[in-house]
């Protein structure tokens, strides 16, 4: 194993993830539900009168987010896509599927579920961490792409 | 006006998570999958996300823990399954899959498409048809979400 010093912040990670643990803990607090976002956005597929007007505020603040960080702190955000088309379809249906299928994703398991030491999510959280170890593997280093 | 206030609150909260990602790195795939290539150039740093995020999480929802609903008022919506189940499994193993393929994972994608990536809105509506193909093909032996 070799450290990727150059791309490693470990200060700005451990300050955003607790910038995520906030989130999550007002959210719960004030809201009285499991901050996760494939859970949120799953429910808006089969609306409910009473709930996608909450739904869309959440997704909304989301998308808006890299707008109102320009705005506020002048900050964009880094997103470096380099996959294909292809692969970002297969990636999006495995995505969703999964997550729903599994009931949670990388909010609901892994920061929400583990915070309030679920079983359940403990053992969803290593299932996708190893699924995404293993799958970066294969396509890096066995395949090559 | 009481309901408009929760609106606006979760509308608030969004955007914190979203810059809780956008800070953390979580919204970069490069930097996801630096992280998820163990055995390559190997990028730490999503370790001290979730810890980050953990930290603070597990204050709040001992806080809840104590609780019978929310500070809002309303019933407090919080999963009691504590079976392990095979839809869980294999559902965050194929979820896992995907997120070693491109990086993306439903928050930090949702943060790239309002940063203007169109490779981020067609995997959202991926994403969705995804979503649709569980509830409506595999929803029958799994209920109540986690």
Redesign the interface.
Same mark, same amino acid.
């Given at each position: %194993?070799?450290?990727?010093w150059f791309?490693?912040?470990?200060i700005?990670?451990?300050?955003?993830? %607790?910038?995520?643990?906030?989130?999550?803990?007002?959210?719960?607090?004030?809201?009285?539900?499991?901050?996760?976002?494939?859970?949120i956005? $799953?429910g808006l597929?089969?609306p409910k009168l009473t709930d996608t007007?909450?739904r869309l505020?959440? #997704?909304?603040?989301?998308?808006?987010?890299?707008? %109102?960080?320009a705005l506020f702190f002048g900050?964009?955000?880094?997103?470096?896509?380099?996959?294909d088309?292809f @692969?970002?379809?297969?990636?999006?249906?495995? #995505?969703?599927?999964?997550?729903?299928?599994?009931?949670?994703?990388?909010?609901?398991?892994?920061?929400?579920?583990? $915070?309030?030491l679920?079983?359940?999510?403990l053992? @969803?959280?290593l299932?996708? %961490?190893?699924?995404?170890?293993?799958?970066?593997?294969v396509?890096?280093?066995l395949i090559g792409v | 006006m009481k309901k408009h206030f929760g609106l606006l609150s979760q509308y608030a909260i969004g955007v914190v998570f979203g810059w809780g990602l956008i800070i953390s790195g979580m919204s970069n795939p490069q930097k996801v999958l630096g992280f998820l290539d163990l055995t390559g150039l190997w990028d730490p740093s999503l370790m001290f996300v979730m810890l980050g995020a953990v930290m603070v999480g597990l204050g709040g929802f001992y806080v809840v823990s104590k609780r019978t609903e929310a500070f809002f008022g309303g019933a407090l919506h919080i999963p009691s399954r504590r079976d392990i189940t095979k839809p869980l499994i294999i559902g965050s193993l194929i979820f896992g899959a995907g997120w070693g393929i491109a990086g993306f994972c439903p928050g930090p994608v949702l943060v790239a498409l309002g940063a203007g990536h169109l490779k981020a809105l067609v995997f959202v509506v991926a994403m969705l048809v995804g979503m649709e193909i569980s509830e409506r093909f595999f929803s029958a032996h799994k209920k109540a979400s986690s």
């Open positions: %194993m070799q450290i990727d791309s490693f912040t470990p700005p990670s451990l300050l955003g993830g %607790m910038i995520l643990g906030v989130a999550a803990a007002l959210y719960v607090l004030l809201h009285g539900r499991i901050l996760g976002i494939s859970g956005v $799953s597929l089969h007007a909450w505020s959440l #997704v909304l603040g989301l998308v808006s987010a890299p707008f %109102m960080a900050i964009f955000p880094v997103v470096e896509i380099e996959s088309w @692969a970002i379809v297969i990636a999006g249906l495995l #995505v969703g599927f999964g997550a729903h299928y599994g009931s949670g994703c990388t909010s609901g398991h892994g920061i929400c579920g583990l $915070s309030r679920s079983p359940r999510s053992v @969803a959280t299932s996708f %961490m190893g699924a995404g170890f293993l799958t970066v593997f396509l890096r280093h | -």
